[in-house]
């Protein structure tokens, strides 16, 4: 049974516009959050995490939000850029799963100039 | 990104062949993990080395075999696999202890099993 679902395969949003990408998680242990970028032929690069202690961790253009009542946390990149094109997985994990993170399918993002 | 390194990238093999994945950190962590992507599906995590020590192995079939040497390196061997093992692995190091240890990933060594 996946802990971490992302129900969107796919995204296509205008450059300039914001981009959101949507996780759930069933898990309520779960304490710390985590944003992958990959790109074709290259392996899942780290880009955001957030923990359990906060509701919003912002990095330049990325935000992540997170919502422990609804199990629900978001990815906003503002303004979306076409080199942010990319598949975008979330990670969930810590509590009682030491350092296992569980993966969603990923998004996959296409910005259009 | 040099970080994590994998060797080969590519990879098509016989189901009678014996073949290992070659994986390299070069972050000084101390944890390393082999993870399975299949299409459509999530990454699922096969096995975890914390200071070269196995923690976990995720109901993974024998066929696979892992070994850690050192905290660098990361093998994983292969022997009479099945077509649906085909995929796309993947590993990853992080640093146990220090903060929540986000994981860097290698390229992936893409495997077809024909």
């Known amino acids: 049974d996946q802990q971490v679902k992302q129900n969107s395969p796919s995204l296509s949003v205008q450059e300039g516009r914001i981009s959101i990408l949507n996780c759930d998680y069933t898990n309520s242990m779960f304490d710390y959050f985590l944003w992958y970028k990959k790109y074709p032929a290259e392996g899942p690069t780290f880009l955001i995490s957030i923990s359990s202690i906060k509701d919003k961790n912002e990095d330049g253009r990325f935000t992540v939000f997170l919502n422990k009542s609804a199990k629900h946390l978001s990815l906003h990149i503002v303004p979306s850029q076409p080199g942010d094109s990319a598949v975008y997985f979330c990670?969930?994990?810590?509590?009682?799963?030491?350092?296992?993170?569980?993966f969603g399918t990923g998004t996959s993002l296409t910005v259009i100039p | 990104e040099t970080g994590v390194t994998q060797t080969p990238r590519h990879l098509v093999m016989g189901m009678t062949n014996k073949k290992s994945l070659k994986c390299e950190q070069h972050l000084g962590h101390n944890a390393m993990y082999w993870y399975k992507q299949s299409a459509k599906k999530p990454l699922e995590l096969m096995f975890v080395?914390?200071?070269?020590?196995?923690?976990e192995n995720n109901s993974v079939p024998s066929r696979f075999s892992p070994e850690c040497p050192n905290s660098s390196h990361l093998f994983l061997h292969l022997h009479t696999l099945q077509p649906e093992d085909s995929a796309l692995y993947l590993c990853?190091?992080?640093?146990?202890?220090?903060?929540?240890?986000?994981?860097?990933f290698g390229p992936g060594t893409r495997l077809t099993v024909t």
């Open positions: 990853a190091s992080s640093q146990v202890g220090r903060g929540k240890g986000e994981q860097y």
């Open positions: 080395y914390n200071f070269k020590e196995q923690t």
């Open positions: 990670a969930a994990g810590g509590g009682n799963t030491g350092n296992q993170f569980y």
